[in-house]
C-alpha cells in the first residue's frame, strides 16, 4: 500500500494508466484513437486489471449501438437525405434574416441528434455560406446588418450542431459514455427514450436562448425585410423527386427513431443496440435502383472507426476503476464535501467542467471525468446519475473558442468571423448554459432517472 494515496498496488496503476493516457488525448502526442488503445496493455502489464476486463469493454453494447448511428448516418448522407432535410426546412420556414437563422439552427439540431456534429456543422456551412452570398450579391442588407446576420447565422450553424446532440444518446460522445458507464458501474440501463425526455428539454431551452440572443439582441439585424427563399426552392428542384433509395433511407431511419423511443411500449423489449443494429443490417439489405445496396461494405471506409476506440478506451479505463476499487477510493476521498449544499455542488462541477472542456476534448473530459463522477456521489452520498449528467451536459457546452469544439472550428475556418465575435456570444450562451444544466440535474434529473 503506498503511504501517501493509502491505495493499493491495483488502484494506484489504475490512476497512474489514467492520467498517460489523459494526458495523451489532452495533448494528442499520437493519434487519439491509438491512444485510446493503450489500456488494453498497459492496465494488465501494469496489474491494474486483467487482460479480459480491459478488452472487453471494447465490445460494450453502447459501442455497437454508436456503430449503428453511424452506419444509419452514413446512408442519410450518401443518398443526400440530410441536404433534402436541410432545404426544405429552410424553404418552409425562412422569409426574413431572423427566420432563415430559425430554420437554419432548427434544421442544424434535428440533423445533429442523429449525425455527429462535426459531419452535421460540415454539412450546414455551405449553405450558411450560399445563403450569405445570396444576400450580399442582392444587396437586401445594409452593411452592418449584413454583418451582423452573416455572423449570426455561421454561429448558430456551429452552436446548433452542439446543442441539437445534446437531445439523444448517439448525438454526444458524452452522452453515450455516461450511458455506458452507468450500465458497467451501475448495472443499470438508460434508454434512448430515457435520456431523450431529459436531454430535449435542454436542447429547447438552449436553442430558444441562442435564437433570441443572437438574432434580438448579440447580432440583430435590423433591416429585417422579405427574403426569398428561392434558394432553398431551387435546392429542392435541383435534388428534383425524392429517389427510392432515401425513401428506403428515411423508411429505416423513421423505424428506428420510432422504436428507440417508444420502445417500451411495445409487446418485446429490444435493447437501444438491437435496433441500432437492426437498422444498420437493413441498409446493406435493401436494394438500390443501379444493381447494388443501399449501402455497400466499401462505404464503411467513412466510419468514424476512431471515434469507437475512442469510446472503448474510456469504457476500459471505467471498468479498471470499478474493478481495482479506486471509484469506491475516490468516494471516500471526497466524503468532506458533504458538509457542502448539493446545489452548490451542482454549480460548481457545471462550471469546472464547462470551462474545462473550452480547452480540451469533449471527449476526454467525459471518458476522464465519467467513472469519478460515480465515486463523487458515493462520496458525498447522493445518486450518481446528476453528477454523471453534469459531466455529459457540461463536456458538451463549449461554445466560447475555435478549439472547443469542431463545429467552432468549422465554422471558423470560414474566414468569416473574429474569433471576439465567438467568444462575446459563446461567454453568455455559456452562462445560461449552467443556469438550464443546473435547471436539468436539480430539477428534471431525479424525476426522470428515478431507478
Known amino acids: 500500500m503506498n503511504s501517501l494515496t493509502g491505495l493499493e498496488d491495483a488502484p494506484r496503476a489504475v490512476l497512474a494508466v489514467t492520467a498517460w493516457v489523459a494526458t495523451w488525448w489532452i495533448t494528442e502526442a499520437m493519434p487519439i484513437p491509438a491512444t485510446s488503445l493503450l489500456p488494453i496493455f498497459l492496465l494488465p502489464l501494469t496489474g491494474g486489471t486483467d487482460e479480459a476486463t480491459a478488452a472487453m469493454a471494447y465490445g460494450d453494447p453502447i459501442v455497437f449501438m454508436y456503430m449503428g448511428g453511424f452506419t444509419i448516418a452514413l446512408a442519410i448522407e450518401k443518398w443526400g437525405l440530410h441536404r433534402r432535410i436541410a432545404m426544405l426546412i429552410i424553404a418552409l420556414i425562412g422569409k426574413s434574416c431572423s427566420r432563415i437563422i430559425l430554420a437554419v439552427g432548427l ?14 456543422a460540415l454539412m450546414m456551412l455551405p449553405i450558411a455560406l450560399a445563403l450569405i452570398t445570396e444576400i450580399k450579391e442582392k444587396r437586401l442588407l445594409n452593411e452592418t446588418s449584413f454583418d451582423n446576420f452573416s455572423k449570426g ?10 446543442i441539437g446532440g445534446l437531445a439523444t444518446i448517439i448525438g454526444s460522445v458524452p452522452n453515450a459514455v455516461l450511458v455506458a458507464v452507468a450500465n458497467n458501474m451501475l448495472n443499470v440501463e438508460i434508454t434512448f427514450a430515457n435520456w431523450f425526455l431529459f436531454g430535449s428539454v435542454v436542447t429547447v431551452l438552449l436553442m430558444v436562448f441562442m435564437y433570441f440572443y443572437i438574432t434580438k439582441f448579440q447580432f440583430k439585424v435590423e433591416q429585417d425585410q422579405n427574403i426569398s427563399t428561392k434558394f432553398a426552392q431551387d435546392q429542392l428542384k435541383e435534388l428534383g423527386k425524392m ?41 446493406f439489405l435493401i436494394p438500390n435502383t ?30 479498471a476503476f470499478e474493478d481495482s476499487g479506486l471509484t469506491a477510493w475516490f ?31 469533449n471527449t476526454a473530459v467525459s ?44 465554422v471558423f475556418g ?10 462575446k456570444a459563446g461567454f453568455w450562451l455559456n452562462m445560461f448554459g449552467i443556469v438550464v444544466i443546473v435547471f436539468a440535474v436539480y430539477v428534471l434529473q431525479p424525476i426522470i432517472f428515478s431507478f
Open 290 to 319: 443501379k444493381g447494388g445496396r443501399i449501402l455497400e461494405w466499401a462505404d464503411m471506409k467513412n466510419l468514424s472507426w476512431g471515434l469507437l476506440l475512442l469510446f472503448g478506451g474510456g469504457l476500459s479505463l471505467a471498468a
Open 367 to 410: 471518458n476522464m471525468l465519467m467513472p469519478i463522477s460515480v465515486g463523487l456521489a458515493a462520496g458525498i452520498g447522493v445518486e450518481p446519475f446528476g453528477i454523471m449528467a453534469i459531466v455529459a451536459l457540461a463536456s458538451s457546452c463549449a461554445f466560447m473558442l475555435p478549439i472547443s469544439t469542431p463545429p467552432n472550428a468549422a
Open 153 to 162: 447565422l455561421l454561429l448558430t450553424v456551429a452552436y446548433s450542431a452542439s
Open 414 to 423: 470560414s474566414g468569416e468571423l473574429a474569433i471576439k465575435d465567438m467568444i
Open 107 to 120: 434544421a442544424t439540431a434535428v440533423l445533429s441528434m442523429w449525425i455527429s456534429n462535426a459531419a452535421t
Open 243 to 283: 429517389s427510392t433509395e432515401e425513401k428506403s433511407v428515411l423508411t429505416i431511419f423513421a423505424i428506428v427513431g420510432f422504436m428507440w423511443i417508444f420502445g417500451g411500449l411495445l409487446p418485446w423489449t429490444l435493447s437501444d443496440t438491437t435496433i441500432s443494429i437492426f437498422g444498420a443490417s437493413a441498409m
Open 331 to 361: 468516494g471516500e476521498l471526497l466524503t468532506s464535501l458533504e458538509q457542502f449544499n448539493y446545489f452548490y455542488i451542482v454549480v460548481i462541477l457545471s462550471v469546472t467542467i464547462l470551462f474545462m472542456t473550452e480547452i480540451m476534448s
